[in-house]
C-alpha cells in the first residue's frame, strides 16, 4: 500500500516562496492522478492543484493560479508544488492526496504539513 | 465551478442513533460523488465512493446514496469512534469541490 508524507512547510513572510515534497512509497505511485488539498485549521477542505499520472496535464485552482506550480517525478515517487508569490492567506496545512483512477476518489492521504505566511 | 452544499453543518447525535447527511450538488454529477471522515488534526479518510460503494475496511453502518444531484450518507447506528466531521466531495470535473462538511457531535 502507497504511503504519502509530506515535507517543506514552515514559516514565510508573504511575498516569499516555500517548495511542498510528498513522498510515496510502493510502486503504484505512477498510477495516480496526485493533488494538493489545503486546510486552514478548523475550517473546510479546499482543492489546490491536480497533476496528471505522467505529468503531462496539470490543473489549478483559480486562487493560487500563476503563483503555485505542481510537479511529480516517477522515477523519485515524488510530487512537488512550488509555492511563489505566497499570502497570508495561504496560510494552511496543506495534503498531498492521490485520486485513483477507478471511481476517481481521494484514496491516499499525506498527514499534512503547515504553510504559515506571515512577516 | 461545481459547488457542493452540505446540511446540517452540525449535528448532535447520541450513541445508537440512525443520522443522515446530505449533499446537494450544483449541477449533475452522476454517481462521482465521495464521502470523507476526517478527525481533529489528522487527514481525511475516505468511506465512501463513488456515490454508494463502501471503501474497504469501513463499517458497514455506513451507507451512501443518491445520483444527480442529491446525495446521503447515512451511518445506520453511530458508535463513539463515528464523532468526527464528514465531507463530501465531487470527483465529476475539475476543480474538485468539496462541500463545507458536518460535524457530528456527541448529544
Not at chain 1, 4 to 17: A, H, I, N, R, T
Not at chain 1, 52 to 63: C, E, K, L, W
Not at chain 2, 13 to 36: E, H, K, M, P
Not at chain 2, 77 to 87: C, I, K
Request: hydrophobic share 30%; aromatic share 12%.
Amino acid at each position: 500500500e502507497v504511503q504519502l508524507v509530506e515535507s517543506g512547510g514552515g514559516l514565510v513572510q508573504p511575498g516569499g516562496s516555500l517548495r511542498l515534497s510528498c513522498a510515496a512509497s510502493g510502486s503504484t505511485f505512477r498510477s495516480y492522478w496526485m493533488h494538493w488539498v489545503r486546510q486552514v485549521p478548523g475550517k473546510g477542505l479546499v482543492w489546490v492543484s491536480r497533476i496528471n499520472s505522467d505529468g503531462s496535464s496539470r490543473s489549478y485552482a483559480d486562487t493560487v493560479k500563476g503563483r503555485f506550480t505542481i510537479s511529480r517525478d516517477n522515477a523519485k515517487n515524488t510530487l512537488y508544488m512550488q509555492m511563489d508569490s505566497l499570502r497570508a492567506e495561504d496560510t494552511a496545512v496543506y495534503y498531498c492526496t492521490g485520486e485513483a483512477m477507478t471511481y476517481w476518489y481521494f484514496d491516499l492521504w499525506g498527514r499534512g504539513t503547515l504553510v504559515t505566511v506571515s512577516s | 465551478d461545481i459547488q457542493m452544499t452540505q446540511s446540517p453543518s452540525s449535528l448532535s447525535a447520541s450513541v445508537g442513533d440512525r443520522v443522515t447527511i446530505t449533499c446537494r450538488a450544483s449541477q449533475d454529477i452522476s454517481s462521482f460523488l465521495n464521502w470523507y471522515q476526517q478527525k481533529p488534526g489528522k487527514a481525511p479518510k475516505v468511506m465512501i465512493f463513488a456515490a454508494s460503494r463502501l471503501q474497504s475496511g469501513v463499517p458497514s453502518r455506513f451507507s451512501g446514496s443518491g445520483s444527480g444531484t442529491d446525495f446521503t450518507l447515512t451511518i445506520s447506528s453511530l458508535q463513539p469512534e463515528d464523532f468526527a466531521t464528514y465531507y463530501c466531495q465531487q470527483s465529476y470535473d475539475t476543480p474538485r469541490t468539496f462541500g463545507q462538511g458536518t460535524k457530528l457531535e456527541i448529544k
